[in-house]
């Protein structure tokens, strides 16, 4: 099993960027995915999460409004779209993959998820 983001990078303050999270070796149908993110010294944080049918979404506070998560279960990848950004969304973000019959469930509960990809950076700065 084995989830890869990508589309990070350096951004404006108010610019946007599209972090995609692709699964291999397993169909995300099956899955809750959430974006995680942490920043040196902190905890990850939960910031955005979806369920299997795609039906059922949250984010944390910070970014209600600005962030969006979608997916697309036939290219198996689920999409983070990020408008608006800040300074503080600076960090390392992470895709995180869960399995559970119940096709409305969402969760940003860390413990929940068993199979995590290795992070992009996304630094907003002038």
């Known amino acids: 099993l084995q989830l890869v983001e990508s589309g990070g990078g350096l951004v404006q303050p108010g610019g946007s960027l599209r972090l995609s999270c692709e699964a291999s070796?397993?169909?995300?149908?099956?899955?809750?995915v959430g974006w995680f993110r942490q920043v040196p010294g902190k905890e990850r944080e939960g910031v955005s999460c979806?369920?299997?049918?795609?039906?059922?979404?949250n984010y944390v506070g910070s970014v209600k409004g600005r962030f969006t998560i979608s997916r697309d279960n036939a290219k198996n990848t689920v999409y983070l779209q990020m408008n608006s950004l800040k300074p503080e969304d600076t960090a390392v973000y992470y895709c995180a993959a869960a399995r559970t019959i119940v096709s409305t469930m969402c969760t940003m509960v860390r413990p929940f998820f068993d199979s995590w990809g290795q992070g992009t950076q996304v630094t907003v700065s002038s």
């Open positions: 979806i369920s299997r049918s795609g039906g059922t979404t």
């Open positions: 070796g397993f169909t995300l149908d099956d899955y809750i």
